[in-house]
T-cell receptor, first 115, second 113 residues
Framework: KAGVTQTPRYLIKTRGQQVTLSCSPI?????VSWYQQTPGQGLQFLFE???????NKGNFPGRFSGRQFSNSRSEMNVSTLELGDSALYLC??????????????FGEGSRLTVL | DQQVKQNSPSLSVQEGRISILNCDYT??????FLWYKKYPAEGPTFLIS?????DKNEDGRFTVFLNKSAKHLSLHIVPSQPGDSAVYFC????????????FGGGTRLMVKP
């Protein structure tokens, strides 16, 4: 069974640009969550999608957005990039909502560097 | 305001001995707790979890203890192996929060042969 696939794995952007990251969940998983990992803030929840609907959103500005498609694949977008957006962006999938119903399976992440 | 804290950024233990990783939380709404392990250049992988209705959960060499009154949980690894060297994250979830996890800052465990 293939794991969670994130693309691209590495990318470099400049301030003011925008970026789109993609996540393909494990087959059969309908929930996709996104997390940002930085050295200073650790792992922080961005948002969660389930059946194409955003179910939860973390404390991030509106420049961060996402969506989920009917095949459960998800994308997240960051507009007007700032230096502080440099981070590892992790996608996680789960069969159902609710941490108690099953753990999250993480991808390897997309490492974004903003210059 | 960090709702989940791992106060030890690193821990070094000898192979074969016990590793104890600690985690404290402040949010009383948290009712499910998980531990994840992360190797460099990989995503976190699930290790073990515990519901707030329990105070202990075991899985092989890994045991998680939960003290609700102290809002504290710990992960015990016995015996520790060099392959356990990784960063360990504690995470917590509230029942109505879907898959939104609040993570601690992580503890880097080094197991020396």
């Amino acid at each position: 069974k293939a794991g969670v696939t994130q693309t691209p794995r590495y990318l470099i952007k400049t301030r003011g640009q925008q970026v789109t990251l993609s996540c393909s969940p494990i087959s059969g998983h309908r929930s996709v969550s996104w997390y940002q990992q930085t050295p200073g803030q650790g792992l922080q929840f961005l948002f969660e999608y389930f059946s194409e609907t955003q179910r939860n959103k973390g404390n991030f500005p509106g420049r961060f957005s996402g969506r989920q498609f009917s095949n459960s694949r998800s994308e997240m977008n960051v507009s007007t990039l700032e230096l502080g957006d440099s981070a590892l962006y992790l996608c996680a999938s789960s069969q159902r909502q609710g941490a108690a119903t099953g753990e999250l399976f993480f991808g390897e992440g997309s490492r974004l560097t903003v210059l | 305001d960090q709702q989940v804290k791992q106060n030890s950024p690193s821990l070094s233990v000898q192979e074969g001995r016990i590793s104890i990783l600690n985690c404290d939380y402040t949010n009383s709404m948290f009712d499910y707790f998980l531990w994840y392990k992360k190797y460099p250049a990989e995503g976190p992988t699930f290790l073990i979890s515990i519901s707030s209705i329990k105070d202990k959960n075991e899985d092989g060499r890994f045991t998680v203890f939960l003290n609700k009154s102290a809002k504290h949980l710990s992960l015990h690894i016995v015996p520790s192996q060099p392959g356990d060297s990784a960063v360990y994250f504690c995470a917590a979830s509230a029942d109505n929060a879907g898959n939104m996890l609040t993570f601690g800052g992580g503890t880097r465990l080094m197991v020396k042969p």
